[in-house]
């Protein structure tokens, strides 16, 4: 059991640290909510515009801006998510090292120094697997918008009743890999939300230790 106040690793089950004295606290399990279920919303919309154009019933111009729609939000999501990476302020000339309220500990970090590398080393693996998601769901668009406009280029071909366009057995095939590919998108998705909900329930459990005054003599 660590101590907050000192950072004493004491056995399991103490009350009291046998370094400061002070109290210890008790973790709930309930502390953070579990982790919700998988997300698909996105998933349903991109293979709702693939099996659409698979059935060639709709005009194949409707799908494109549809598809220029998703592919504006996630082009939105991914610069949001490289601003979001934590960036140094260069520390003023001059300004003298802080001292540390703890007394066990010498000096606060410098933020340069410490805080954006061990940031940055906490959140990389999340962010790589946020950036992959995105690019991955893009590629699956973007695939399916050329398909699109290959047809349009092509001319379209009413004469099949019901039907705004005819679709080649290779034009098929692009669209059916790049709904495989909106599904493997979704999946590294998932796991991007996966990680972010663990790192919310630590972030939870070490505000419940700080803010329970029990904790402290």
Do not use: W
Request: aromatic share 6%; charged share 35%.
């Amino acid at each position: 059991m660590l101590c907050f106040r000192c950072g004493e690793d004491n056995p399991h089950g103490s009350n009291v640290c046998n370094r400061c004295n002070a109290k210890l606290p008790k973790i709930s399990i309930n502390v953070a909510p579990p982790i919700s279920g998988p997300r698909t919303e996105r998933l349903l919309q991109i293979l709702d515009i693939g099996n659409k154009i698979l059935d060639s019933r709709v005009s194949p111009q409707m799908l494109i801006t549809r598809i220029e729609k998703q592919e504006r939000d996630f082009k939105k999501g991914e610069r949001d998510l490289i601003n979001s990476m934590p960036k140094a302020k260069p520390k003023p000339p001059g300004k003298p090292q802080v001292k540390h309220p703890n007394p066990y500990i010498d000096e606060l970090p410098e933020f340069e120094e410490v805080l954006e590398t061990t940031m940055k080393s906490e959140f990389q693996e999340q962010y790589d697997c946020g950036l992959k998601s995105i690019r991955l769901f893009l590629q699956s668009l973007n695939s399916m918008k050329l398909v699109l406009e290959e047809i349009l280029d092509e001319g379209l071909d009413e004469r099949a009743a019901g039907k705004k366009f005819e679709i080649n057995e290779e034009q098929e095939a692009t669209v059916r890999e790049s709904m495989d590919t909106a599904k493997r998108a979704n999946e590294v998705l998932n796991g991007f939300y996966e990680m972010a909900e663990e790192k919310d329930r630590r972030i939870r459990e070490v505000k419940f230790l700080y803010e329970d005054d029990s904790t402290l003599l």
